[in-house]
């Protein structure tokens, strides 16, 4: 083979590892990506009805303690 040859078939396997790598990249960040939208969700749920759990946690430690 030519030294042409050799540097388009360089070429060729640079750029088929580079786009592998940057696949695995773009499946990293979306991991990534969903992971922090579940960690959002279950903050938004605590934050609308975290005081509803509170509330009925102080409810029943009133209740055994036997201020009701």
């Given amino acids: 083979m030519s030294d042409a040859e050799d ?4 070429k060729n ?3 088929a590892v580079g786009i ?3 696949r695995k990249i773009g499946r990293i960040v979306a991991e990534e990506s969903r992971a922090d ?3 959002a969700a ?3 749920w605590f934050m609308c009805y ?3 759990v509170l509330l ?3 409810l029943l430690l009133a209740y055994l303690l036997g201020v009701f």
């Fill in 56 to 58: 009925g946690a102080a």
């Fill in 13 to 15: 396997v640079r750029r």
């Fill in 50 to 52: 975290g005081w509803l």
């Fill in 7 to 10: 540097d388009g078939m360089e």
């Fill in 37 to 39: 939208a579940e960690k």
């Fill in 20 to 22: 592998s790598a940057l």
């Fill in 42 to 44: 279950a903050l938004r």
